[in-house]
């Protein structure tokens, strides 16, 4: 049968959500039926339902549940009152708000102490302070004799409990917490912060438990038996509980579990309340001789059912996609293997989850929002994710190969594949003609794009991908490394494509070229070693003299594996398999075939060559103290010659870190994705352009500044790639008769057609609205509209590039840009250079601004779910490691996971934060060494040459040795006065300046005893040994002081470039410092601290520096500057920098389901149910709570029908009195007719 539409009966929509406490009589009010019998069924009564049990089938009275969601069961009036698990809150409530209260002002009892023990059981210590009291004049209080004569029954029964006595508490049980609750006046209950009309302290223990309805927890039948649900069987002991064992009545109800459904196919009869007809156990031929209209059969999967894919993780939107089922035999899962990609999944036996919509609204949404065809470029960045792959790539990489011939047979059998029977196919002249009609692989690609000459396809094989890169001197057409995907595959059908020893087989010269790179790199590796023993290794800067050694030999050995592998792709076969696979990019890359032909390389841990695993050496292997490169890590062997059992060890230890890294790397990617889409999940583009919360908070005014959708980018960040769509409109407009014009004319073509777009873009003036020169580009001129502007100039920019390159040929022809007449010879080499007719400068103009004009993002488009997960989804691509600085050996800087976690986390303290001072002076180096001077912390240490005790009879000195040589070296622009001066001024070291005496090179220090003078009141022993300490302490405080430079500044190195320019990089803090430094261009400097950067800089620039250190880590992945800027906007649109975390979260949003959905959900219920809060379920999370349609994507916006009233039908409501005035008038003029 066929299944009805749903069609509710009533309109409606949960505007809110008021979170409270239930009362007793809003619970008895909604019952239907008491439970009191922990029995389920009825055995005498042929297994009926008990009366008042669990399973009582008194609920739906006959009709649906949901139309009568207030009729359910409970559990009614409980022996004893039920404690809420938020009863010690509540507690804890009270007691800081009668702390200071020894005794109660209404009972005159003793306050004390509530303690929690064990599980919800609560103990009050009423006489504490008595107890602690040491007091010889205390006097016991009244309530304390009472408390303890009620033991006296007790103490005569075991005297043993007098010792005892004293450590006797009040046990707080539930009825005495309700007692107690109920006492308090509705002024205390809004010191507690509760509502005392609708939400007083009672309120929060359970007096009558609520039960679900039976249909929700149905019963299995199992041949004479039945199997219950989880809930029945809790609810069945909670009753058992509540008569013999009260004491264990909460830890019953907190261990309910979860209901399971049963799998079975059933029949939904439409008839008697929508009964289910289960088909596993009933009679099929009577239930399908009993369908009528309307019964719904949940039926297996058909052919054309649409239906969800779904892989686990799902990281973004494409995780989960729609098709058309197609049903096969077996038990797999078959797909085409380009679509592979979107879910990351490969053929290593995978899961995948299958979803089948059950309404037609969902079946709408799911084939035109989640197609697969609706879905081939990435949000990302607008690159293509479902296409070509693996052994498509290699068909098309073979097919188009030089020297590939087929016969006509063959020919025509290949394009019998690519299309249907309904299309025909003319066949292009072959190649070859004798002695045999031969045609290329690449007149296949002809007949793919047009297979006749009716055909109206029109194609431009130019796409976006990230490996779109021409080789020098070859032309970009089909060019194998290019990254063109053309869907092939029955090529590899039709011959063999294997991987065999044959392919890994090194040739002579191979291992000869191995073996001479291999000898270079050891003799190089060899002499730095030398130099090392020797100490006449120059040093790199900031690094000493070993780290020095270790990057240039990992230097050195990283190259070898790198000309290795550019050598086999020379000297292999064109049929090498490997090879193929590689060049082609279906698989692998030169170093892989490397490491199977040539050698494995250097192994890399940890950043570095293998570190010293047993004393001084990596193995016993080597000798102590070894460096040269088989003991740290170089496998000089190839896998097909086998790695010896050093090597071997080697290679494993580095896949070990490579796996370790993977599983560490996932828990913490995911983790971050959830935050990041917890934070980002409600925003969405509205109809003004701005992007804002759910609640309406402006978090951009304009999407990404420029109000464009990433995935419509064609190129890095713009909506057109010009010279593509110039390539295209000049090829399908194309007409040998048709003149070109001249470069006046392509001018005053192109502004004539952007004139109206020009109009569009006023600008206007920000206070008094008057308007401005189009041209204006001062700050008062800038307005929402930059955008479009900028688009119009980068048309007309490149149209100006059209019109220069044909002024330039028409130059050499000797003719003016204003001619439209040349000569035949002229004519025809300006014609075949830079020709540019009128249509095809008309379509080029219309197909640019109709592609900005699809780019612009809808309104509704949930732009933070889609930034979400274009940051979260590569992240689990990263790493966890340290990596050096671009360019300097001995500046680390933290990325990868750890970097994108310090990032949004907003923390104040990261690994390692990094200050980019630019220099005035940029060429010379000495100017470079005095900023650096300047800016660095430098300690006494640094210029110390050593420190000596000087001892007289009762006295003595500490003279520090100061190396004037090193001083002057290192640029500081201090003396030893200065030293001395710095050497005061610290706190902990207790200096006054009359203590120290200054000569050459020397500074001494006078030793006095701290907090006096010398042998008033001591002895002379004394004094001496005082004084020793002393010497002590200065000997190791002194070499930490810090004579010059910032505090946090803790080093400070030199970059330089390759154009031999300079600039000093800080690490520590201290951005304030470093912009007012003599010598730093101040407005140029930058640190990678956003919380730093907030402070000094304010709140805009440390959005700036969230999205450029995003950037930084993640720039290469490919994500679209917009995502990161959203997520930049959404750390600081409200003035301070927010981390992407629950305390963020928190400042960010105030809806409690949303709270409640991400962390701490029973904290941030009980708090809303105390506080009384209100959930205006607005949000994405509360409308998936809720079950209701979102605020984004298509529930952005409400349909207003028209009604098709007439204008006279609509009149003004008459008001209360003109309705009664009216009728008393009709009385009174019937009573004159009646008279």
Not at 720 to 731: G, L, M
Not at 813 to 823: I, N, Y
Request: aromatic share 6%; with cysteine.
């Amino acid at each position: 049968m066929v299944k009805q539409q749903l069609v509710d009966k009533l309109p409606k929509r949960i505007r809110s959500i008021k979170f409270g406490i239930q009362s007793n009589q809003d619970i008895t009010n909604q019952a239907v039926v008491e439970i009191s019998d922990r029995l389920l069924y009825d055995i005498e009564n042929n297994r009926a339902p008990y009366h008042h049990g669990p399973l009582d089938s008194r609920l739906d009275c006959g009709r649906v549940l949901l139309e009568e969601p207030e009729r359910q069961q409970f559990l009614k009036e409980l022996r004893r009152p039920m404690d809420n698990l938020r009863r010690t809150q509540i507690c804890k409530n009270i007691n800081q708000q009668c702390r200071k209260v020894k005794i109660c002002p209404y009972c005159a009892s003793v306050n004390g102490q509530i303690r929690k023990v064990g599980v919800l059981k609560l103990l009050h210590d009423k006489f504490v302070s008595y107890n602690k009291s040491t007091s010889a004049k205390k006097v016991p209080p009244e309530s304390k004799i009472k408390f303890h004569n009620s033991f006296n029954e007790a103490r005569q029964e075991n005297p043993d409990l007098d010792k005892h006595l004293h450590k006797a508490m009040e046990d707080l049980n539930p009825l005495r917490v309700l007692n107690l609750f109920k006492t308090i006046s509705p002024s205390d209950c809004e010191l507690l912060g509760l509502d005392p009309t609708e939400g007083r302290p009672e309120m929060f223990i359970w007096q009558f438990l609520p039960a679900p309805p039976v249909c929700v927890r149905p019963s299995v039948a199992q041949d004479s038996a039945s199997n219950e649900d989880d809930i029945t069987t809790k609810l069945a002991d909670i009753v058992w509980t509540i008569m013999e064992q009260w004491e264990y009545l909460q830890t019953q109800i907190a261990m309910n579990g979860p209901s399971v459904w049963p799998g079975a196919q059933q029949v939904l009869k439409k008839e008697d309340g929508g009964y289910k007809i289960s088909l596993k156990f009933g009679n099929r031929d009577l239930v399908a001789k009993s369908l009528t209209i309307g019964d719904v059969v949940e039926r297996h999967i058909e052919d054309g059912d649409i239906v969800l894919f779904n892989r686990q993780p799902s990281l973004h939107k494409l995780s989960i996609m729609s098709h058309l089922a197609k049903v096969r035999p077996w038990k797999t899962f078959r797909l085409n293997e380009c679509v592979c990609n979107p879910y990351n999944a490969d053929f290593d036996g995978d899961e995948m989850n299958l979803h089948v919509p059950q309404t037609e609204e969902a079946r709408a949404e799911a084939i035109n929002l989640m197609g697969v065809k609706h879905n081939l470029l990435t949000p990302r960045n607008g690159e293509p994710i479902i296409a070509a792959t693996q052994d498509f790539i290699t068909a098309a990489f073979l097919l188009s190969s030089k020297d590939t011939f087929f016969d006509r047979k063959t020919f025509a059998y290949m394009c019998m594949h690519m299309l249907d029977s309904q299309t025909a196919i003319d066949l292009p002249p072959p190649t070859i003609i004798a002695p045999v009609a031969l045609w290329t692989g690449k007149q296949l690609f002809n007949v793919l794009i047009r297979p006749n000459k009716q055909s109206p396809v029109r194609i431009n094989l130019d796409v976006k991908c990230k490996s779109f890169k021409a080789r020098l001197g070859q032309c970009p057409d089909m060019d194998p490394n290019d990254g063109w995907l053309v869907v092939w595959n029955s090529e590899l059908t039709n011959r063999g494509f294997s991987i065999g020893v044959g392919d890994v087989f090194p040739t002579e010269s191979l291992r000869a070229e191995k073996e001479n790179l291999v000898s270079i790199a050891y003799r190089q590796s060899d002499k730095l070693i030398e130099l090392f023993k020797k100490g006449e290794l120059e040093k790199a800067p900031g690094c000493n003299m070993e780290q020095t050694l270790e990057n240039s030999i990992s230097g050195i050995l990283s190259k070898v594996r790198q000309q290795a592998g550019e050598y086999c792709i020379d000297t292999l076969s064109r049929n090498n398999a490997p090879l193929i696979m590689a060049k082609s990019g279906s698989k692998g890359s030169d170093i892989n075939v490397a490491q199977m032909v040539a050698l494995v390389g250097q192994q890399i841990i940890g950043g570095q060559r293998v570190p010293d695993g047993f004393q001084d050496r990596s193995l016993p292997h080597f000798h102590k103290n070894a460096r040269q490169p088989p003991s740290k890590g170089f496998v000089k062997n190839s896998f097909y010659s086998g790695l010896e059992p050093t090597e071997f060890l080697f290679h494993a230890i580095s896949g070990r870190e490579g796996l370790v890294d993977t599983a560490v790397k996932t828990a913490e990617t995911g983790y971050m994705s959830r935050r990041l889409m917890k934070s980002l999940e409600d925003l969405s583009t509205q109809y003004d352009d701005t992007v804002r919360t759910s609640s309406g908070s402006v978090v951009q005014f304009q999407y990404g500044a420029d109000r464009l959708d990433p995935v419509d980018m064609e190129g890095p960040t713009g909506p057109v790639q010009f010279y593509r769509t110039w390539t295209h409109a000049e090829n399908i407009t194309w007409d040998n008769n048709e003149p070109s014009l001249s470069p006046d004319e392509i001018r005053r073509l192109c502004a004539s057609m952007l004139e109206g777009e020009r109009k569009r873009f006023p600008r206007l003036g920000l206070l008094n609205n008057e308007e401005l020169d189009y041209e204006d580009g001062s700050d008062y001129a800038i307005d929402e509209h930059e955008s479009g502007r900028r688009f119009l100039q980068a048309i007309e920019s490149h149209v100006e590039g059209l019109a220069s390159k044909l002024s330039r040929v028409r130059k050499l022809a000797g003719m003016g840009d204003g001619e439209t007449v040349l000569g035949s010879g002229a004519q025809d080499h300006a014609e075949r250079t830079a020709k540019v007719t009128a249509s095809a400068l008309i379509l080029f103009i219309r197909l640019s601004l109709e592609k900005y004009k699809k780019a612009h993002v809808e309104p509704g488009h949930a732009v933070g779910a889609v930034g979400a997960q274009s940051i979260g989804e590569p992240g689990t691509q990263m790493t966890l490691k340290t990596f050096h600085f671009a360019g300097v050996a001995g500046m680390s800087i933290t990325q990868g996971v750890p970097r994108i976690k310090e990032i949004i986390n907003a923390s104040k303290a990261i690994s390692t934060p990094v200050i980019t001072c630019p220099l005035l002076n940029t060429q010379q180096i000495e100017a470079a060494k005095v900023v650096k001077a300047r800016i660095e912390k430098t300690l006494l240490s640094d210029v110390l040459r050593s420190i000596e005790d000087e001892w007289r009879v009762n006295e003595g000195n500490v003279v520090l040795w100061i190396d004037t040589d090193a001083l002057a070296d290192m640029h500081l622009g201090i003396d030893v006065y200065d030293i001395a001066q710095a050497i005061c001024r610290e706190r902990k070291l207790k200096m006054q300046p009359g203590d120290i005496t200054i000569s050459t090179g020397r500074i001494a220090i006078r030793l006095r005893p701290i907090g006096g003078t010398p042998g008033r009141g001591k002895s002379a022993a004394s004094d001496g040994g005082d004084l020793l300490v002393r010497a002590n302490f200065l000997r190791r405080t002194l070499p930490s002081v810090p004579i010059s430079g910032y505090p946090h500044a803790m080093r400070a190195l030199i970059e330089t470039s390759d154009d031999n320019s300079h600039r000093v990089l800080v690490e520590g803090y201290g951005l304030r410092d470093c912009m007012a430094t003599e010598g730093v261009v101040g407005t140029q400097v930058r640190t990678n601290s956003v919380m730093e950067c907030g402070e000094v800089l304010g709140i805009e620039a440390a959005r700036t520096t969230i999205a450029d250190e995003i950037n930084a880590v993640m720039g290469y992945m490919g994500i679209d500057p917009r995502h990161m800027q959203l997520l930049s906007d959404v750390m600081t649109f409200k003035g301070e920098v927010l981390g992407i975390t629950r305390f963020g979260l928190s400042k960010m949003r105030d809806s409690v389901l949303h709270l409640a959905s991400f962390e701490k959900t029973p904290d941030h219920l009980f708090e809303a149910a105390a506080g009384m809060k209100v959930d205006q379920i607005e949000g994405v999370s509360e409308g998936i709570i809720m079950g209701q349609t979102m605020c984004v994507g298509t529930g952005a916006f409400q349909v207003v029908r028209r009604l098709g009233i007439q204008p006279g039908d609509l009149r003004q409501k008459p008001t209360l009195f003109e309705d009664a005035w009216n009728a008393e008038m009709k009385k009174k003029g019937s009573k004159r007719a009646q008279l």
